[in-house]
């Protein structure tokens, strides 16, 4: 019976690269000289630091284009407010990863929903679809990318 698994992940060696040349960017750039402006990533949070919140925006951006330049949906990202305090301003970017079981009802429910000949099951953090039918199931991948979701799914281990 063909099934495929619904993920959400983050390629975490990508994100260390793209965090390694935003800093670069950050270090050569002409308005940022000597404002200890800087990016660090721990685990699955990115600490932006700058003087002004001002250059957190501008940081901000410049992340952005560079995980989109890797390929990492924006999407997953889980941006705070930021934090100032004295001449020290900091924000925090969190990495979402894995599907909640919250969005997994709802995926799930969705599915069912369409009325189409498949089984969905939430196994952990991923869902896994299963039917008779290829077709049914490249249908099923179809309604997940059209559907709002408020996170990035990827779709992986598909068997015959």
Do not use: W
């Not at 990533?41 to 501008?58: D, M, N, P, R």
């Not at 901000?60 to 407010?81: T, V």
């Not at 934090?83 to 079981?101: F, H, M, N, P, Y």
Request: aromatic share 4%.
């Amino acid at each position: 019976m063909p099934s495929f698994d619904v993920v959400s992940e983050v390629n975490m060696h990508e994100v260390a690269n793209a965090v390694d040349q935003a800093n670069r960017e950050v270090a050569t750039r002409f308005d940022f000289k000597g404002s200890g402006a800087r990016f660090e990533l721990s685990e699955a949070v990115i600490t932006l630091h700058a003087e002004v919140e001002f250059q957190l925006q501008q940081m901000l951006d410049m992340l952005h284009n560079k995980l989109a330049k890797r390929g990492i949906d924006i999407a997953c990202l889980d941006i705070e407010r930021p934090q100032i305090s004295g001449k020290q301003a900091r924000q925090t970017v969190t990495l979402k990863q894995g599907i909640d079981a919250q969005l997994a009802r709802t995926i799930v429910k969705l599915i069912k929903d369409s009325k189409l000949k498949v089984q969905a099951s939430v196994q952990g953090e991923k869902i896994r679809v299963a039917g008779k039918k290829r077709d049914d199931l490249q249908q099923v991948i179809a309604l997940l990318r059209e559907a709002k979701l408020e996170l990035p799914l990827q779709y992986e281990n598909f068997r015959d």
